[in-house]
């Protein structure tokens, strides 16, 4: 059974640091991952998608990067701003049978200090 | 553009009451899926859908039941309310099969069992 484990759990930054997430995952046989940013109350926002046969997205500010031999994957945000305060989850998606099913992380939570 | 949309946002049920999540997307989205969010938790899978017809469950599913008779809308049912079905409920999709499969999501109906 795929596990997904975010470290850390909460991350405070002061403004205009460079900072990366962390993602881990028990199995290699993925489809994708995918970063998510959760604002509280708010849904889910989809900022990064990797295909299994990538190596890294990229995004403005944010690029992601993917190991499946190691099972990891990071989320780097360059020049923190205090707007990037928010929840980051980090998330897997397997195939066949799990395809289109996504197991979370339970999300690390970045507060950026002016 | 109106992406995932998810009713009612708020809801206060007495246990044993049942009730029905609505969910409906405008993307042409095969795969739709309920998450239930619980604080130390994370995201959990309830019941998912990959295509009209075709529904399956999750690693959450007892007490709630879905039904996918349209590609647009994918309802969850509770039957019978419990107090530890209070939480926060996601529904999300994805376009599947071929291509960009990044997720969707609603921006959550929040649920208290009293």
């Known amino acids: 059974k795929q596990e997904v484990t975010q470290i850390p759990a909460a991350l405070s930054v002061p403004e205009g640091e460079n900072l990366v997430l962390n993602c881990s995952f028990t199995d290699s046989a993925i489809y994708n991952l995918q970063w998510f940013r959760q604002d509280p109350g708010k849904g889910l926002t989809s900022l990064l998608l990797i295909q299994s046969s990538q190596r890294e997205q990229t995004s403005g500010r944010l690029n992601a990067s993917l190991d499946k031999s190691s099972g990891r994957s990071t989320l780097y945000i360059a020049a923190s701003q205090p707007g990037d305060s928010a929840t980051y989850l980090c998330?897997?998606?397997?195939?066949?049978?799990?395809?289109?099913?996504?197991?979370f992380g339970k999300g690390t939570k970045l507060s950026v200090k002016p | 553009n109106a992406g995932v949309t998810q009713t009612p946002k708020f809801q206060v049920l007495k246990t044993g009451q049942s009730m029905t999540l609505q969910c409906a997307q405008d993307?042409?989205?095969?795969?739709m899926s309920w998450y239930r969010q619980d604080p130390g938790m994370g995201l959990r899978l309830i019941h998912y859908?990959?295509?009209?017809?075709?529904?399956d469950q999750g690693e959450v599913p007892n007490g709630y039941n879905v039904s996918r008779s349209t590609t647009e809308d994918f309802p969850l049912r509770l039957l019978s309310a419990a107090p530890s079905q209070t939480s926060v409920y996601f529904c999300a999709s994805s376009y599947g099969a071929a291509g960009s499969t990044e997720a969707f999501f609603g921006q959550g109906t929040r649920l208290t069992v009293v």
């Open positions: 998330a897997s998606e397997g195939y066949g049978g799990s395809q289109g099913n996504l197991i």
């Open positions: 859908s990959v295509g009209a017809g075709i529904t």
């Open positions: 993307m042409n989205h095969e795969y």
